[in-house]
C-alpha cells in the first residue's frame, strides 16, 4: 500500500476545540519490556503509519523503562529509548501516557499511581492491580482528571471491556459467561483429546510455553476471577471486592470425570461465570460441564471466549487469543489510541474507567455461593453392592436433592466402582450439606464424593 | 436495583471544557418507527436509567416521526412523541441526534441530508444506503462537524464496526470472513439439517417470519455485499463501490450440494470475504464451503458471525444475533451513546466514520474476480459411462487445474450420475473458462457443471 503521497498527520478539518492548542503528537513512556511490553512496542513502530493515519496524530513511543537493557526482545528501538530510568520518564513532561506491563501488585501499583499524579494518562493490562486495587487507582485518575485503559488485562485481543463500556452500553447484563484463561483452557482440552491426567497435561503445557513455571494464578482460577471481578464491575456499576468471587481451579480435576463428561454429551471448561438474579449477582469461576454443542465447548487450546446476554442484545460472543505478546500488545495500543483521540479531542473522561460515572454507582450484592441453584455431576465410588445406591439416593433425597440420572459402568463385584449422578437443578447448601453427610459414611463411599457443577448456557 | 438513592446525571467532576456550557439533556428525534425503531425506542425508554447514569446525562428521545401514528408497537410513548411531523422534527433545534430507520435509498438519503444540514448528529442502520451513498453522506457530515454512526448497519447488535475501528485499531487487517445475513443462514441451516430444496426453505423462512415477502436482498447475497462493502471501507480506509464486491447468492444452491458437503465433512455458508493480497483487496460473496469443524460452520439459524484477521491480534471472530428489534435496537442506541459522550465532551469527530482521517484515505484496487485463486467443488452430471471423467479431467488440466479428489456415489448404468469434484487450488479464470470448455460439450454433461468455492478460513 503506497502511503507516500498522503499526508498522514493532517486532522480532516479544524474543529471549534482544535483550533487552540493543537497536539501535533501523543507521546507515550513505557515500564516493562516483557512478553507484554514488547508486543506493544513493536505494533506502536512497525503500524505507526497506519495508526497515525487513523488516528490523526501519530503517536510515538519515546520512552522505554526495564531493569535488563540488553536482551534481544526481537524489536528494534531508536538509539536512547531503552532504559532502566524511571524517574527520568516519569519527570518528562512531554509524555502524555504511560503503559504499565511490569505485572504484580506493589510496584505496579507505585507506576500507575506516579504517573496519574504527573498528570499523565496510563494503559496497563494488569488484572491483578485492578481486581484489587481497582478502586484506588481509579479514584486517583478521576480526581487528576486523566484516563486510565486495561482493555488488555481481559481476553487478551479481544475487545471484550470495550465491548461492555461502549458497544453493549444501551443494555442490562442478564449475564457474562466465559473461558478467560488460556493456560487452564489448553490444559483442559489436552485433558479432554488425550486422556492425559492433570499433572500430566500440565507439564506438557508447560514444556510447550503455554504454563508458567508457577502455575498457581492460572489453574487455581485466580487470574480467571481477577477478569470476572473486572467485567462485573464494568457491567454493573457496582464495585467488586474479589475476594467475594467463589473460587476454584483445574488442579483436582481428574482425567476420568473429563472422560466422564464426554459420555454424557458434555465437556468440562473452567468458566468464569456471572448472572444478574433477582437484584443480586452471582460470581464464580469453577470447573464447569457444559453441553459439547455449546459455542463455548468449541473453544480449543488457549483461545478465549465469552458470551454476554443482554436484555435488548440478546446472546453475543467474542472469541479470539487470550494472552500472548502481538494479541494482549494490540489491546494495549487500542487503549492508547482510545486516549490519544480523547487528548486530541480534550475528551478525557468521556467514558469513565469504571464504565458507569464514580457517582453513579450502586453496591450490588455478590450472592454467596451456598446460595446457588444449579444442576451437579457427582461422581462417587461405591463398593459394587446392592444397596448402596439408594442409600446415597435416600440422603440426597433427605436434602431435596432430586435425582435426573445415574450412569454406571462396568461392575466388578466387591470392588470399588464409580457411579455418576447427574441431579436436577439444587441448592449449592443442600447439596454440599449432602455430600458431607456421605462422605462421612465410609460404607458407602471409598473417597469424597467429585462435585462438579453443570451450565446450561442460558441467561 | 435500588437508584432513587443517587444522583444518576451529575458528572464526577467538572473538566476543563465541561465547565462551560454543559449539556444537562441529549435530545433524541426518531424517523422510522418500524421493527428496528420501535427496539430502539423501546431500548432508549426502558433503559433510561441505565444510559444515564453510564454516560452522565440523560438521553431523552422526544419525537418519533413515521406516516403511520396509530399501530400498536408494543411501546408506551409520552403523548405528543409520535408524528408525521419530519419538519417539526429537522426544525426543532434542541434535537441533537436524529435516528434515520425509514431504510431504503432515496427518503432516507434526504432525511440523513437534511439533518446534518440542520448540524444535526446521525445514527442509522441503513447499509444499502452507506453502502451505496456512503461517501456524500460522511463528506457532507465532515463539513457539517457532525458525526454519523452506523453500527447497526452490520451484524445486528454485534458491535463490528465499531471493534474494527476501535478495538482493532492498532492492526493491520488480513481478512473479513463472515455470516453477515440471517435470512440466508437461517435458509441454509433448514436446508442441511431437513434436507429441503431452497425453495422449500424459503417459503418455510417466510412463513416463519425470518425472511420477507420480497426477499431479493437476502437470498441473493446484496445485503451481504453491502455489509461486506462497508466493512472493507472501515478496515482499509479506503472507499468501496459496491459494484466492486463480486456478488452470487443463494438462490441456485440445490440440496444435492448441501448434501455432498455433508459427505465431504464441510458446510455450505453464505459468507462474505475480504481480503488483504499483495496490496490489494480481494471482497466477495457467495455460497462457500467450509470445513464442519471451522468456527463459522457452527454459526446456526439466523446467527451472524464475522471473523477479522489482523496482524497483531491473530484471529478474532464476533457472534451474535444479526437482526431483530431489540439486536438491531442495541446497536442503535450503543451509537447515540457514543455521540451523546461526543457531544458532552464537545468532541465530535473523534473517530471518523471512516474509520482514517478523511484525507489519509488511499484508494486499494479491488481485485476482479478472474484473479482469485482458490479450491473449487464442481458436480458434473454425466453420462454414467466409461471414459466420461477423463474427458473432463482432461480438459481441467489443459487449464492447469489440477484435481484433489472425485466422488461418484452409486452406479445407474446409461443414467446420468453426480460426479463431484474437488479441485487443489486454481484460479477463477482458468476454472470459469474450463468450466465453458466441459458445458459445451453435451456429450459429457447433461447440464452446467454446479461451482461452489472452497474456504479454508487461513488468513
Redesign the interface.
Known sequence: ???E????F????P???DAINVKTQIRIGLVGFGTVGS?AAK??FD?AD???????VPLSLTRIVDIDVTADRGVVLPEGVLSPDLDGLMNDPSIDIVIELVGGYDFAKHVVLEAIGKGKHVVTANKALLAVHGEEVFAAA??A?VDVGF?ASVGG???IL??L????????CLSIVGIMNGTSNYILTQMKREGREFQDALAQAQAAGYAEADPTFDIEGIDTAHKLAIMVSLAY?SPVNVKDVYTEGIQRLSALDVRYASELGMTVKLLGVAKFRD?EIEARVHPTMIDKTA?LA?VHGVYNAIHVV????????????GA?S??T???V??D???IA??V?????????PT????????P?RIRPMEELTTRYYLRCMVPDQPGVLSKIAGILGNHSISIASVLQQGRQEGQTVPVVIMTHRASEHAVQTALQDVNRLSSLVSEPITLIRVEDQES
Chains 1, 2 share one sequence.
Open positions: 500500500m503506497n502511503i503521497s498522503i499526508r498522514p493532517a486532522a480532516s478539518r474543529r471549534s476545540n508486543g505494533i506502536l503500524n497506519l495508526i497515525a493515519r487513523r488516528v490523526g478521576n480526581r482528571g482493555e485481543g479481544i475487545p470495550r465491548s463500556t461502549e458497544g453493549l452500553v444501551a443494555n442490562h456499576g437484584g459455542p468449541q443482554g436484555d435488548a442484545v440478546g446472546d453475543v460472543m467474542f472469541y479470539g487469543q500472548g502481538l494479541p500488545g494490540s489491546a495500543v487500542s492508547v489510541v482510545d483521540r480523547n486530541r479531542k480534550r475528551a478525557c473522561g468521556r467514558v469513565p464504565s458507569f460515572q464514580m457517582d453513579c454507582r450502586v450490588i
